[in-house]
């Protein structure tokens, strides 16, 4: 629903019945005993094109530096962010999960050395040169981004969405990856902006994520409305840009 049809004080009366207070907290609430959104985050705010850096106090919930405005910021992500860190009834953040990831991830990425030359370690992934051109591998990648959500299944390891390529079948992220190769080796231009906007292109894209199994591939309405709209952005900018030069 609508803001204005929210009834704040039903919202508060039930965040305090579980625990909850309208101020951002850390720690474990002993009413629920759900580990309590970590306000230990740094946020990069952009804002008349100077960047600022401040830090949320824990102890006190204070904002060291200066009280920023998260609608100020150009990362909108952030004040999204922010407003279910502090609102959320049904979903809470472990400060101890998320600081032991973070620490992980970085340890690993450290003993791996990766880096963007890893990317192209992956067995499906492109390669430069023998694949693809620059351009090509830049639409490779925009693509692939664009399509990589959701590939939940509640069928079995045998009956899910599975995708056959190069004598063998892919689930996952690599059955993504492995319809675009699939579709670029049939001669179908899957990561070309141009073709997004087509006439037939869902049927195309019901071929292109056609599956080895029973289980159709997931939201792929979604996926092909998504391309569909990046398309549609792309003409609009080459538009503008074309116009902008011309008028210079």
Request: charge should be negative; hydrophobic fraction near 50%.
């Given at each position: 629903?609508?803001?204005p049809d929210v009834d704040h004080e039903l919202?508060?009366?039930l965040r305090e019945s579980l625990g909850f207070t309208n101020k951002a907290q850390d720690g474990v609430s002993s009413n629920t005993g759900m580990a309590r959104i970590s306000l230990s985050y740094t946020f990069f705010l952009h804002r008349n094109t100077t960047l600022m850096h401040c830090r949320f106090c824990v102890q006190?919930?204070?904002i060291r530096g200066f009280r920023h405005s998260l609608a100020d910021s150009l990362l909108g992500v952030l004040k999204d962010?922010?407003?279910i860190a502090y609102n959320a009834i049904d979903v809470a953040i472990s400060m101890y999960g998320t600081r032991d990831a973070a620490s992980h991830l970085y340890k690993a990425m450290c003993e791996r050395k990766y880096s963007t030359h890893t990317w192209s370690e992956h067995?499906?992934?492109p390669k430069l040169g023998s694949d693809v051109d620059e351009i090509g591998l830049v639409?490779?990648?925009f693509t692939m981004d664009l399509l990589n959500f959701s590939f939940w299944s509640e069928e079995s390891a045998e009956e899910r969405y599975q995708v056959g390529y190069q004598g063998r079948r892919w689930t996952g992220y690599n059955s993504l990856v492995a319809c675009l190769r699939r579709a670029l080796d049939e001669g179908i231009p899957i990561t070309t902006p141009r073709?997004?906007?087509n006439d037939g292109f869902?049927?195309?894209?019901e071929h292109v994520f056609r599956s080895a199994t029973s289980e159709t591939a997931p939201l792929l309405a979604q996926r092909t409305a998504v391309l569909q709209e990046a398309a549609e952005v792309l003409r609009k900018v080459r538009t503008k840009v074309l116009t902008r030069r011309g008028t210079c």
């Open positions: 629903m609508d803001d919202i508060a009366l006190c919930v204070e962010a922010e407003h067995e499906l992934h639409n490779f990648v073709f997004w906007s869902s049927e195309k894209m």
